[in-house]
């Protein structure tokens, strides 16, 4: 027991990795979000894509709802 050291650690120290847990969820959670963000950026193939699966659905009843007439 006499090894231990029991100081306390300062409290910025505490919050800050408290933070940074709390970013670090956040880029986790909203990574995948920013992928097809990019891609669709950068690669207009992804919205010829997007038809493409809209058009295989066979989804009548979905088109008015996302605008497609």
Known sequence: MGNLDLTPKPLLLKIWKIVTWHWRLQLA?????GVFWLADKTN???????????TAMQAEWLAPMIGIS
């Open 44 to 54: 207009p193939a992804v919205h010829q894509f997007d038809m493409s699966l809209l």
């Open 29 to 33: 959670i909203n990574a995948p979000f």
